[in-house]
């Protein structure tokens, strides 16, 4: 690419500054990514979101005009708050370029191929689904050891089902008795065991919400052995082989949304029952110095909302401005990130559900 910069996982680095690009469709945008940019404590910093299609669609031809307004509206931005014209085009020159970058385009994730052949792993926000790969996970259950000894007494071949949870059925072409039996049983609880094992250790200390995706009694085989803590109790009943990326991702939003709103109808609750206690506020004033300090539990910020001003981490003092300034942040934005940094819980709500008539309000932790 013959641009002042380089490409790397969605992170072009300029000459004078560093510019962010995240292709949302190239891969989901993580916690570790935020806490990135906002590291990021250098005048200008420019960060832009661009959501993307898949290659081949046809609104993928409006990807390209996307990224071209985005970059000259930050290219307007930064020249409205005094930055030099000249500059400014040269701090963006490597995002301008992806506009034309054939390759750049190609380059998004499709979603999934699926097979009768491995465990599938799938992270998801609301829009969009991708497939992970977990480390040293079973690809079937002809990785366990104790399948592979259990075929020395049994002949039959394997079907092992594509999904979150595993499944795997066994066409006897042995005598069937009931000792054969008992040791397939055995070897598919061994084997769920040690995908369940695999699962948690990659998810770690994660607090998204996990569902099964696979037949009912296998669902109860992961249950018995599980340890992670999300686990939600319902899951996608049956055999997914045949279910596609968007079908497992709207099977799966069906049962996670009423998740959510218990969660977000949990917290409005809890505000309105603390109003006036000192454990509430809506004033960024209270809010920043709270979020800075780990003190917010949750907050509430309204869709599209932004304000623009100064926080003096020192000080803890709040200055707000009518519009954007040289070295102003979004201070919205800002309480965001503090309060993600520090496990708070996040609810961008429309104007007519915030808790109150301001554009963001918290609920302390003390």
Aim: net charge neutral.
């Amino acid at each position: 690419m013959n641009s002042p910069g380089k490409l790397r996982a969605g992170r072009i680095e300029g000459r004078r500054t560093n510019l962010y690009a995240i292709a949302m469709a190239m891969r989901l945008f993580q916690i570790d990514d935020l806490r990135a940019l906002v590291e990021r404590k250098q005048w200008p910093c420019v960060s832009l979101y661009l959501p993307t299609h898949r290659a081949g669609r046809k609104e993928t031809q409006e990807d390209p005009i996307r990224l071209r307004n985005a970059v000259a509206k930050a290219r307007e931005q930064l020249v409205r708050t005094g930055y030099p014209e000249d500059l400014a085009a040269e701090l963006l020159a490597p995002a301008a370029d992806l506009v034309s970058s054939r390759d750049f385009w190609l380059e998004r994730a499709d979603g999934l191929a699926l097979s009768q052949k491995r465990i599938r792993f799938f992270e998801a926000t609301r829009t969009s689904i991708q497939e992970r790969v977990v480390p040293e996970m079973l690809k079937s259950i002809d990785d366990l050891r104790q399948f592979v000894e259990a075929q020395g007494r049994v002949q039959g071949h394997t079907m092992a089902l594509s999904g979150t949870a595993p499944r795997t059925d066994i066409v006897f072409h042995g005598q069937g008795n009931i000792a054969d039996k008992a040791t397939y049983k055995a070897d598919v609880m061994e084997y769920v065991n040690t995908v369940c094992k695999k699962l948690e250790k990659y998810l770690d200390a994660q607090t998204a919400p996990l569902v099964l995706a696979a037949v009912e009694h296998e669902q109860a085989f992961y249950r018995e052995m599980n340890s992670y803590h999300h686990l939600l109790d319902k899951g996608i009943l049956g055999n997914p082989d045949g279910l596609g990326d968007e079908e497992i991702h709207r099977a799966a939003w069906e049962i996670v949304e009423p998740h959510f709103a218990e969660g977000r109808k949990t917290s409005l609750e809890h505000y309105a029952d603390l109003s006036n206690t000192g454990k509430t506020s809506d004033r960024l004033a209270d809010i920043l110095p709270a979020a800075c300090h780990g003190r917010v539990r949750t907050l509430f910020i309204q869709m599209q909302a932004r304000t623009w001003g100064k926080f003096d981490a020192q000080k803890l003092s709040v200055e707000i401005h009518d519009g954007p300034a040289q070295g102003d942040v979004d201070l919205i934005d800002l309480a965001t990130v503090c309060v993600l940094q520090n496990k708070g819980m996040i609810y961008a709500l429309p104007r007519d559900q915030m808790p109150t008539g301001a554009l963001q309000a918290a609920l302390f932790r003390y």
